[in-house]
């Protein structure tokens, strides 16, 4: 038997301000219950919604976070189930008159001595992965390269035992685009920057149908690769660089569909070869370039898991890492929180740019922030993106806010990045890939098999009723915070330890074991011809 169903009532308010709280017990709670502040259910409250903690006047702002989430649609008395229907949500903050790096916390203490095994890369980056990814610069050539991958699998790879995988960077672009329209960069220099993710080892190539408007040339133009060895710069000039290796399909000298994949296996055989010859080697915790991302999200991922991994941020930014957070409607509420902490005026004007343009995005496609929530959030106890955002931005830690990203750039410096993306699972992960991550770390509360086939994903649960459920999914629970087993402080530490032995190659997540990958899903917000 469960010992937790014999647990007290138990409700969980974020500040001392805040005029609600939410209910902490599997399963929720009855009506009747009485809690040892005295509180008393008027009726049932699942669990991870909100209980009224006073008598709310109709038109009273409701308090979490010390946020206001949302003004009564009419009277609610104490002890009552606050849910979305009785909220009207706040407008936007605008963004003009936000405070500009206001916060200036004192310089925290270097983390120093931590180190981890990768793979050392020719450009200085590291890898936690040895993979060889094949690019494909349009949809139309999919199926045969995945023909080929399986192939390649079941054939060479067990010939290069220090090779971990063989991806294919599969998408829905390249044709049928309106590829000169001035957002489509974007897409275009996404694929090109994940073609170049640390993960990969500088090995690039690709496979090109012929006649798509992504021509291999213009996806990866000279000077994008680097050098494989740079060692041999003295020998062969200054300029050089390395040759597109680009695999066209409709080429004379491909005569039958095997003579296509006899092709493509020929030529990763050569990338193979040098992968296999490369060896990990201890490194700094400063080389790791971790994302951070929360998908089915529910009340208890602002309680347990985000500021779990908001504390380990800290702990990462210390160490002299790199660490991204992202998605723009789910920390657009709170972009005050953000531009304050802006190390410089220009970091916190690029943030303002970035959801400016959102902003406008959206409004393009006639919806507002509030299309975020899904009906998995709002069960989960969140009532709206406003809650949703408040929980989502501790992710960030306290650490001051030094660079900006915008969709499909690369990151290029250390420190705490807002990585602008969309909020979807699939598009902020692809997002952050191109970013230069090689590291995810992924917080979910209603749960979500979600992985990636190019990048180790490490799950965190915000629930101990999740993490029980999906043992074999989650890699970290953070639920026993609001068990009261451990502390923000034990499960941050608990995270950071486990990230250095994933990055090293000493454990695998589930997702790796399970190899649960979810497919790359470019941005494009350009027209489609």
């Known amino acids: 038997m469960d010992q937790r169903a014999d647990r007290p009532p138990l409700y969980i308010a974020m500040h001392e301000r805040d005029n609600v709280a939410i209910v902490a017990n599997d399963g929720g709670l009855p ?26 006047a109709e038109g009273a702002p409701v308090l979490r976070y010390n946020v206001v989430i949302g003004y009564a649609l009419k009277p609610i008395a104490r002890g009552s189930w606050v849910h979305e229907r009785l909220l009207q949500m706040p407008t936007a903050r605008e963004l003009d008159g936000l405070p500009i790096a206001t916060v200036k916390p004192p310089a925290a203490a270097p983390l120093e001595g931590f180190t981890f095994e990768g793979y050392r890369n020719p450009d200085g980056s590291v890898g936690t992965r040895n993979i060889l990814a094949i690019t494909q610069t349009v949809q ?30 599969e998408h829905t672009y390249g044709c049928g685009v309106a590829i000169d329209a001035p957002d489509a960069i974007v897409p275009i220099r996404t694929l090109r920057n994940i073609s170049l993710n640390p993960n990969f080892g500088g090995e690039v190539m690709v ?34 660089e390395n040759k597109l290796d680009v695999v066209c399909l409709q080429d004379d000298a491909h005569v039958g569909f095997m003579s296509m994949i006899d092709s493509v296996m020929r030529q990763a055989e050569e990338h193979l070869e040098r992968l296999n010859a ?28 985000n500021p779990a991994v908001g504390f380990c941020t800290d702990l990462l930014v210390r160490a002299g890492a790199t660490v991204m957070f992202s998605e723009v409607t789910e920390v657009r509420d709170g972009i005050d929180q953000l531009t304050s902490r802006a190390t410089t005026p220009e970091v916190a004007q690029a943030m303002i740019r970035e959801m400016a343009w959102y902003d406008a995005y959206l409004d393009k496609g006639r919806v507002d922030r509030s299309a975020n929530t899904t009906p998995g959030n709002k069960k989960g106890g969140l009532s709206n993106i406003v809650e949703k955002a408040m929980g989502s931005i501790i992710k960030s830690g306290s650490s001051p806010i030094s660079g900006v990203v915008p969709p499909g750039e690369k990151a290029r410096q250390k420190g705490l990045l807002y990585t602008a993306t ?26 979500t098999p979600y992985g990636l086939a ?24 953070a639920g026993r915070i ?10 941050g530490w608990e995270l950071f330890r486990l990230m250095l032995d994933v990055a090293s190659g000493r454990q695998k997540t589930w997702a790796e074991q399970w190899k649960l990958h979810n497919a790359l899903v470019l941005f494009n917000p350009a027209p489609v011809t």
Request: hydrophobic fraction near 40%; proline fraction near 6%; charge should be negative.
């Open 31 to 56: 009506a009747g219950t009485v809690f040892p502040s005295g509180l008393e259910l008027r009726e049932k409250v699942p669990q991870g919604h909100k209980v009224a903690l006073v008598d709310l």
């Open 140 to 169: 139309c050539v999919a199926g045969v390269t995945d023909f080929a991958v399986q192939r390649i699998k079941k054939e060479l790879l067990p010939k290069y035992p220090n090779v971990d995988d063989v991806v294919a960077l």
């Open 207 to 240: 496979v090109s149908l012929g006649c798509e408007k992504l021509q291999p040339e213009r996806l990866l133009p000279p000077g994008t690769i680097p050098l494989v060895d740079e060692r041999n710069v003295a020998d062969i000039g200054a300029s050089a």
């Open 278 to 305: 490369r060896q990990r080697e201890t490194v700094p915790a400063s080389e790791l370039v971790v994302g951070v991302q929360c998908g089915g999200s529910d009340a208890f991922s602002g309680v347990t898991a």
């Open 422 to 447: 969309p909020a979807s699972d699939f598009i902020c992960g692809t997002l952050q890939v191109a970013a230069g991550m090689n590291l995810h770390v992924f917080t979910t509360g209603r749960g």
């Open 454 to 477: 190019e990048v180790p994903v490490i799950k965190v649960a915000t629930r101990s009723d999740l993490a029980r459920r999906w043992h074999d999914l989650m890699d970290v629970n």
């Open 482 to 491: 609001a068990d009261g087993e451990a502390s923000i402080e034990d499960v």
